[in-house]
């Protein structure tokens, strides 16, 4: 029997033959399983689809058989079939929903997407910038270059760095990529050093810095995934170390805040991420939950069509808070303009405040106090 189905691969291989079901066209590319159970995996080349079908019907008995043999080749559980396992039957383990929407070529062209350069490059750029805008990063810039440049290093590589540390691997082994670090440092020289600032005035622009975040929440989503998996392979049934190792690989720059800022001189202990979670923070550890429920068979999705949607929603939701927190501040230098311009306010933020409190009645408390308006 194992002869013949080993004559039979051969033969398969050979021919190749395509196989024509619903105008989809399937190539035979090898056959799976024990003797007895002769199933065959069909590639779907145009769409990058994967079924398993049977040469025969299967018995209840074969069905183990057949669900260890499924998960082996798609890293899926066997969950559902429709009617008897035939020829001319599949096993249901794909998501219909986008493969109705046509999506899951998308998703596939999204999960094998490489990061380096021009991603990881915009991850750089995005943390370094996120740094220099921090109150006492210039006067750190120009004083001590070398304490500048760590915190620079902790902006990019802290998910790794702190990943690293919880699961007892030397900290310093993100520095180890020669490559990424050096990019890095070029990055963190331009931003800071450029005469008359051009590159970091360039990526402040709206329309590059929608660009340049979108491309750095796309690399979340592979920090992530990556923290989940690389947990799962030392604690595989533990769903709390999983969570904790993903999200602190997609957010670690911001939970090591704290130690970013001694490094520079800084000691602000109110801004813990812990007691109070900035967005990027919150929207990781969602991610991790996610990523750890799909990794463990509890969320019934495939992984490259949960990283497209994860992705989409963490880019449109940064671009929306960008665009938003963008018109904010028109709005409040428009308010400036007005009261310099027509009513010679000295305070222009507190102009901006007490009209905004008087266009929005919803931000007055209602009091008074001495004739004056209390705005909270």
């Given amino acids: 029997m194992v002869e013949e189905e080993t004559s039979a691969t051969s033969k398969i291989r050979q021919k190749r033959s395509p196989i024509v079901w619903k105008e989809r066209v399937f190539f035979l590319d090898f056959i799976v399983g024990p003797p007895r159970l002769k199933t065959i995996k069909f590639?779907?080349?145009?769409?990058?689809?994967?079924?398993?079908?049977?040469?025969?019907?299967?018995?209840?008995?074969?069905?183990?058989?057949?669900?260890?043999?499924?998960e082996s080749l798609s890293g899926m559980p066997l969950k559902k079939t429709h009617g008897k396992l035939t020829q001319t039957s599949f096993l249901l383990c794909r998501s219909?929903?986008?493969?109705?929407?046509?999506?899951?070529?998308?998703?596939?062209?999204?999960?094998?997407?490489?990061?380096?350069?021009?991603?990881?490059?915009?991850?750089?750029?995005?943390?370094?910038?996120?740094?220099?805008?921090?109150?006492?990063?210039?006067?750190?810039?120009r004083a001590s270059p070398l304490a500048c440049w760590f915190s620079s290093m902790l902006y990019c590589f802290g998910g790794a760095v702190l990943s690293g540390i919880m699961l007892a691997e030397p900290p310093v082994a993100p520095l180890s990529n020669g490559t990424g670090v050096l990019l890095a440092s070029i990055v963190?020289?331009?931003?800071?050093?450029?005469?008359?600032?051009?590159?970091?005035?360039?990526?402040?622009?709206?329309?590059?810095?929608?660009?340049?975040?979108?491309?750095?929440?796309v690399t979340r989503t592979w920090k992530v995934l990556g923290g989940v998996t690389q947990a799962r392979q030392k604690y595989k049934d533990s769903l709390l170390v999983m969570i904790a190792i993903g999200w602190a690989r997609g957010a670690g720059g911001g939970l090591i805040s704290n130690f970013e800022q001694l490094v520079r001189g800084v000691w602000k202990p109110e801004t813990n991420e812990l007691l109070k979670m900035s967005y990027p923070t919150k929207i990781t550890l969602i991610g991790a939950v996610l990523f750890t429920l799909q990794q463990t068979h509890y969320l019934p999705v495939q992984k490259h069509h949960l990283m497209l949607v994860y992705t989409i929603f963490i880019v449109v939701n940064k671009s929306r808070i960008m665009l938003e927190s963008e018109q904010w501040r028109q709005r409040r230098k428009l308010h400036a303009v007005l009261g310099v311009g027509f009513f010679h306010v000295q305070d222009p933020v507190s102009f901006f405040v007490l009209s905004l409190s008087w266009l929005t009645p919803t931000l007055h408390t209602g009091g008074t106090k001495g004739g004056a308006t209390i705005v909270k």
């Fill in 43 to 70: 590639m779907d080349y145009q769409h990058k689809v994967q079924r398993v079908y049977s040469l025969k019907p299967i018995h209840p008995h074969q069905r183990a058989a057949l669900a260890s043999a499924w």
């Fill in 188 to 217: 963190w020289y331009l931003i800071f050093y450029c005469p008359k600032d051009v590159v970091y005035s360039s990526a402040a622009l709206l329309p590059l810095r929608l660009v340049l975040s979108g491309m750095k929440e």
């Fill in 96 to 141: 219909d929903s986008m493969e109705l929407l046509y999506l899951d070529e998308l998703s596939h062209g999204l999960a094998n997407l490489s990061m380096f350069p021009y991603f990881d490059m915009a991850h750089y750029i995005v943390s370094v910038m996120a740094l220099r805008e921090q109150p006492g990063a210039l006067e750190v810039s």
